[in-house]
């Protein structure tokens, strides 16, 4: 079956632009999460959905960054005034109800010059 | 301040050795899952273990949790060219879904 996929799979922007990544989650789940994962790190989360609310968004490192779910499928994290240290690789993940195992989607390269 | 400490963060070795990969923490979690990484791609999840003491073993993977839940380690046995890639440990505070918190990675070269 498909699994999570994210477009675009690159995304190279200038400083100070507006940029959107988008993650389809498996059919069915309920819960979807946003990590960033810089070069050498493990995935550091920013926010996470249970059906269209956000649950937990204590990882959003600021008010430049903001994700929506508004159907509790498809979601969409956005990017306002874009900064180089938000160069990173954005992974998308989702999990069934009450489960505690995530699947991850293969991430948007997010470079930013 | 990593939440989750692990070490080693590189280790190249030869085909057939044995390796242990270390996950620490001062914070008792609900579960911890040890994911595998690829380049290109997101983490694929190994396994799950919830039960301060546990073991479970993956073909040549055993996995443990410690007995207050806060340290895990992986041990791989005869290590081969394909288990070569970027091992994380991820620690859940909720039983049920929630965020996970990631070791910065251990990753794993093995020569043929």
């Known amino acids: 079956g498909a699994g999570v996929s994210q477009t675009p799979s690159n995304k190279v922007t200038e400083k100070g632009k507006y940029v959107e990544l988008r993650c389809d989650p498996i059919s069915g789940h309920t819960a979807l999460y946003w990590y960033r994962q810089s070069l050498g790190q493990g995935p550091e989360f920013l926010i996470y959905?249970?059906?269209?609310?956000?649950?937990?968004d204590s990882g959003l490192p600021n008010d430049r960054f903001f994700a929506v779910r508004p159907e509790g499928s498809v979601s969409t994290l956005k990017i306002q005034r874009t900064e180089r240290g938000d160069s990173a690789v954005y992974l998308c993940?989702?999990?069934?109800?009450?489960?505690?195992?995530?699947?991850f989607g293969p991430g948007t390269r997010l470079t930013v010059l | 301040t990593q939440l989750l400490e692990q070490s080693p963060q590189f280790l190249s070795i030869q085909e057939g050795e044995n390796l242990t990969v270390y996950c620490n923490s001062s914070s008792v979690f609900s579960s911890l899952q040890w994911y595998r990484q690829e380049p290109g791609e997101g983490p694929v999840l190994l396994v799950t273990v919830v039960t301060g003491g546990e073991v479970k073993k993956l073909k040549r993977l055993t996995f443990q949790f410690g007995d207050a839940r806060k340290d895990s380690s992986l041990h791989i046995t005869a290590a081969q060219p394909g288990d070569t890639g970027l091992y994380l440990c991820?620690?859940?505070?909720?039983?049920?879904?929630?965020?996970?918190?990631f070791g910065q990675g251990t990753t794993l070269q093995v020569k043929p």
């Open positions: 991820a620690g859940a505070w909720s039983s049920n879904t929630g965020k996970l918190i």
């Open positions: 959905f249970q059906g269209t609310g956000a649950a937990d």
């Open positions: 993940a989702s999990s069934p109800q009450g489960l505690n195992e995530q699947f």
